[in-house]
């Protein structure tokens, strides 16, 4: 699975749009890129994922560059309740296993 | 919503001694996972189990750890003989394919004293 490249932290005020950046420069042609987050000790959370179109849903939209090599998930009004660790991680279609690196720690403040 | 249910949630044992955690997936799922995450680690791939048998396991997973689907609603993970290394969260998780997002559960948290 290709490695992904995430900043540790990132603040957000509450009510504003989260943009919380991934690099995964390595990735081929047939891995999607998942978003996870983990709210304090909880299981994570699947959020969206995408291979190569834009993808919204409900919780967040996943914009993925032309050439694949980074995408962006957003909020678009971030709330406390979003304050989490947020994963970026690329896996095959056909793969079972998810790779969790160290994530981005989001904080959400009034 | 469909829910991944774990059971303890909180289990203490002493070293040495056998632990089962259990998870029931939800129900029209075929894909399972054991995942764990020591205090202030990252979580980390356990085992993936589909069609009753183990379909990938990693270096963690050694012959201490074992998995059943011992009926059509129950997942198990035991621990032949926990050591104190084995305290962590314990997470399961379930897809109904591999493409899609995986549901996890909300975690058995392992105290080995």
């Known amino acids: 699975d290709a490695k992904t490249t995430q900043p540790p932290s990132m603040d957000c005020a509450e009510g504003r749009a989260a943009n919380l950046p991934c690099n995964h420069s390595?990735?081929?042609?047939?891995?999607?890129v998942y978003w996870y987050r983990q709210i304090h000790s909880q299981g994570p959370q699947y959020i969206i994922h995408?291979?190569?179109n834009n993808e919204t849903n409900e919780m967040a939209s996943l914009i993925i560059t032309e050439d694949r090599k980074s995408s962006t998930l957003i909020l678009p009004h971030a709330t406390l309740r979003d304050t989490a660790v947020y994963y970026c991680i690329v896996k095959a279609g056909t793969a079972s296993k998810l790779t969790f690196g160290t994530g981005t720690r989001l904080q959400v403040t009034l | 919503e469909p829910e991944v249910t774990q059971t303890p949630s909180h289990q203490v044992t002493q070293m040495g001694q056998e632990v089962i955690l259990r998870c029931v997936p939800i129900s029209n799922h075929l894909y399972f996972y054991w995942y764990r995450q020591i205090l202030g680690q990252k979580v980390e791939f356990l085992v993936s189990f589909y069609n009753n048998e183990i379909s990938e396991k990693s270096e963690i997973f050694d012959d201490q750890f074992s998995v059943e689907r011992p009926d059509g609603s129950n997942f198990t993970l035991k621990i032949r003989s926990t050591k104190l290394e084995d305290s962590a969260m314990y997470f399961c998780?379930?897809?109904?394919?591999?493409?899609?997002?995986?549901?996890f559960g909300s975690g058995t948290r392992l105290t080995v004293v």
């Open positions: 995408g291979l190569k």
């Open positions: 390595t990735i081929s042609g047939n891995e999607y």
């Open positions: 998780a379930s897809t109904p394919d591999r493409n899609y997002g995986y549901t």
